[in-house]
C-alpha cells in the first residue's frame, strides 16, 4: 500500500524558515515525480514545486520561486519542501502528491496527474 507521510509543519513566525518532509513508502519511487501543493483557508488547491525522482529536474511556481526548493533524498525514499523567508500568505495545508506518469516539466503543475496523496501538514505563519 503506497503512502506518503507529511511532516515539518507548524506555527512560525513572518520570516521564518521551515523544512516540510515527504517520507514515501510502499512502491518503488524512483522514478516518480514528487510534487508539493498547499490548500490555504477557504481557497483552492495550488501547485507549489514538484521533482523527477529520476532525472532530478525540478518545477517551482513563479509566485514562490524564489522562496522555495524542493529537493530528494532517494535512499531515504523522501523529499523535502524548504520554505525560506515565510509570509502569512503561505499558510496553508501542504501536500505530498507522487505521479507515476512521468509528466513532462510544464505538466507538473497538473493536480490530477498525480496518483497518490498524503494527508498533509498544517503550515501557519503569524505576522
Known amino acids: 500500500q503506497v503512502q506518503l507521510v507529511e511532516s515539518g509543519g507548524g506555527l512560525v513566525q513572518a520570516g521564518d524558515s521551515l523544512r516540510l518532509s515527504c517520507a514515501a513508502s510502499?512502491?518503488?519511487?524512483?522514478?516518480?515525480?514528487m510534487g508539493w501543493f498547499r490548500q490555504p483557508p477557504g481557497k483552492e488547491r495550488e501547485f507549489v514545486a514538484a521533482?523527477?525522482?529520476?532525472?532530478?529536474?525540478?518545477y517551482v511556481a513563479d509566485s514562490v520561486k524564489a522562496r522555495f526548493t524542493i529537493s530528494g533524498d532517494n535512499a531515504k525514499n523522501t523529499v523535502y519542501l524548504q520554505i525560506n523567508s515565510l509570509k502569512p500568505e503561505d499558510t496553508a495545508i501542504y501536500y505530498c502528491?507522487?505521479?507515476?506518469?512521468?509528466?513532462?516539466?510544464?505538466?507538473?503543475?497538473?493536480?490530477?496527474?498525480?496518483?497518490?496523496w498524503g494527508q498533509g501538514t498544517q503550515v501557519t505563519v503569524s505576522s
Open positions: 502528491a507522487a505521479s507515476f506518469l512521468n509528466p513532462a516539466p510544464h505538466a507538473m503543475a497538473i493536480m490530477r496527474l498525480y496518483n497518490y
Open positions: 510502499g512502491r518503488t519511487f524512483s522514478t516518480a515525480t
Open positions: 521533482i523527477s525522482r529520476s532525472g532530478g529536474g525540478t
